[in-house]
Structures are given as C-alpha cells and as structure tokens.
C-alpha cells in the first residue's frame, strides 16, 4: 500500500510540468488526495487537494489559476497540473491521502507519498 510521485524535474520560469501520484494496493478514489510541498528551510505547505466525494478540487491562493488537481481515467492516478511556474514554486512536492472528503493540512494525512523535486530556475 503505497503512493508513488513522479514527473519532479527543472523547469525555467514560465514552464509547465506533470505530477503524477499512483496509487497501489488501494483504490485512491475513496481517499481525499492532497499535494503538499516543502522548499529548504520552510514548513510543508497544502497546495492544492481533489474530494474523494465529487472530484471537487481546491487550491491554495499561491498556486490558484496555475495549478489543476485531476484524476487520471483509470481513478487510481492524481495528477497535479503546473503552469507558470514560478521560482517561488522550487520544493519538493508530495501526494498523499486521509479518510476526510479533502485533505487541507498535514494532520489529516494518513498516508504520504515520497517527494519529487520541482526546481524552477533560468
């Protein structure tokens, strides 16, 4: 049972990646499913979450209108959408789960996946 982030890379600003978070040995579908991220020296912050419940999806201020959360057709992959990257947006990024609808804040994770790093640099 496990969460899998990928598609972490450098990126110049203005540019776009993927993340992708798999899930095995469970259906992500019935978990709230969040992305976080850590830069060097700050606390992990929320970025942006999709409710197990409808697939609504929800943003921090910080990345809104650049960032889509998303389900893949096959609903056991979560996809975080980058846009307009930012050199503020370098971090490692982190998927994970909890049993609550949406998932806001660290406490309510029960399950992190391992980081992928997002470097966003000229």
């Known amino acids: 049972v496990q969460l899998q982030a990928s598609g972490g890379g450098l990126v110049q600003p203005g540019g776009s990646l993927r993340l992708s978070c798999a899930a095995s040995?469970?259906?992500?579908?019935?978990?709230?499913i969040g992305w976080f991220r850590q830069a060097p020296g700050k606390e992990r912050e929320w970025v942006g979450s999709?409710?197990?419940?409808?697939?609504?999806?929800y943003y921090a201020d910080s990345v809104k209108g650049r960032f889509t959360v998303s389900r893949g057709n096959a609903k056991n992959t979560v996809y975080l959408q980058m846009n307009n990257l930012k050199p503020e947006d370098t971090a490692v990024y982190y998927c994970?789960?909890?049993?609550?609808?949406?998932?806001?804040?660290?406490?309510?994770?029960?399950?992190w996946g391992q980081g992928t790093q997002v470097t966003v640099s000229s």
């Open positions: 994970a789960a909890g049993l609550d609808p949406v998932v806001v804040h660290p406490s309510q994770i029960g399950m």
């Open positions: 040995g469970f259906r992500s579908g019935s978990y709230g």
């Open positions: 999709i409710s197990r419940s409808d697939g609504s999806t």
